[in-house]
């Protein structure tokens, strides 16, 4: 098979992987939905969720009448005049009771502990709030890298299917004596290298293809392609409300809520009880002792070595620590978006006067390739051109790469 055969094949075999992997595109948001529905983390707290419900359940059964039986047989004998006292044991006892008891006039302890599972309840969707978005941003950024490395590639497989064709017009033009054989060997020496370039690029897009794949917990081996995605900033009214902030409120509401919970373990308890069954200690007389009894109990602290004084201040010190990590959130969020929002602006401004260039550079190729074709320029300085176009195009790339890079971080902090 001769070189210029292995050629074809070769720029064939590129431009036949790009048509098949862009029938089968899969956008920025496929990515995103998957990874949304596989990752194991989203899928712990929203089970965290489903347990804080379960566990406001059981707190709200415990309020309930609790019902339970209770049941002893004991037989104390006494041999010799040896063993317990009668006056204590009856000799032998028979208990067999169903009991019931409630907690009452505690209406402000129980709504105090709903709150505190409602609380809970709300911290944890702010968190899957998070969580989403932190794994959105990093999606996002994954599908972008890949997506340099996609176009990096297809841009510089375009210059050298531009290549081939000049070294077949370049090879007659030598054999006529137009151009010299050292020309035409300088302009092989850099097929080559953009041969190995695009291989190296192809490894490169692979990776990061199989990265996004892992990030989203996507187990499909095939390579598709990718389209520049389209990151609009996201038009929060009020930056300051976002899931970023709301978790320093719920842990304000879990702070005050604590103390409340204190405060109830202060106040006065009563109990209403009541049971029924057998109680004997006459096995001959058993049928006489069933009956029931009803009461009620009342408990209140009193002294227990100033805890409570102690609790207050380990509150009072959850709080302050809650403020410091506040304001230097917040202080590092208004530095972040600032930085961010000024290098957005510089990066459009960059990227408008790349974009001029490369037509510039479009046209100028144009026109030094018709020169080439009839012998009047030298292949050298039409290589120069063909390197200046590979660079424009990566400078333009990468402008619009970092525009999409700075607007992700931008929307992770407005969401």
Request: hydrophobic share 35%; proline share 2%; net charge positive.
């Amino acid at each position: 098979m001769s070189v210029t055969t292995k050629r074809t094949l070769l720029i064939l075999s590129v431009l036949l992987n790009f048509n098949f992997t862009r029938a089968q595109d899969h956008s920025l948001e496929y990515y995103v939905q998957k990874g949304i529905a596989n990752n194991p983390v989203l899928k712990d707290i929203s089970n965290q969720i489903q347990a804080n419900q379960y566990d406001s359940l059981v707190a709200r059964a415990g309020y309930l009448p609790q019902v339970s039986f209770n049941a002893l047989l004991m037989y104390a004998p006494v041999v010799n005049g040896w063993g317990y006292s009668d006056v204590i044991t009856n000799g032998q006892q028979l208990i067999g009771t169903v009991n019931v008891n409630q907690q009452i006039f505690n209406k402000k302890t129980r709504e105090t502990n709903y709150r505190k599972y409602g609380i809970q309840g709300m911290s944890l969707e702010n968190s899957r709030k998070i969580s989403e978005s932190e794994l959105r941003k990093a999606i996002t950024a994954q599908y972008l890298a890949a997506y340099a490395a996609f176009m990096e590639k297809k841009y510089q497989s375009e210059v050298l299917s531009t290549m081939y064709d000049e070294e077949n017009v370049l090879g007659k033009f030598v054999e006529s004596g137009t151009y010299r054989q050292t020309d035409y060997l300088s302009l092989k020496v850099e097929i080559m290298n953009l041969e190995r370039n695009i291989r190296d690029l192809d490894i490169q897009f692979r990776r990061e293809f199989a990265n996004l794949n892992l990030i989203c917990g996507v187990r499909d081996t095939a390579v598709f392609s990718l389209s520049l995605p389209s990151v609009a900033e996201n038009k929060a009214s009020n930056p300051y409300a976002s899931p970023l902030f709301r978790r320093f409120y719920y842990d304000s509401l879990q702070i005050l809520n604590e103390r409340e919970l204190v405060d109830r373990r202060y106040k006065p308890t009563v109990n209403w009880f009541t049971d029924g069954g057998i109680v004997n200690n006459l096995p001959a007389d058993i049928y006489k002792n069933m009956g029931v009894s009803i009461g009620m109990s009342l408990g209140l602290p009193l002294y227990d070595g100033n805890q409570r004084k102690y609790q207050y201040g380990r509150i009072k010190t959850m709080e302050e620590s809650r403020r410091n990590y506040q304001d230097f959130f917040r202080f590092q969020y208004d530095a972040q978006l600032s930085q961010l929002k000024e290098e957005l602006d510089k990066t459009g401004i960059s990227s408008a006067e790349t974009r001029k260039q490369l037509a510039l550079i479009v046209e100028l190729i144009t026109q030094d390739k018709a020169l080439l074709n009839i012998g009047s320029l030298s292949i050298t300085d039409y290589v120069i051109a063909l390197k200046s176009l590979t660079e424009a195009r990566h400078n333009s790339l990468l402008y619009q790469i970092r525009a999409q890079y700075i607007m992700n971080e931008i929307n992770y902090l407005k969401q």
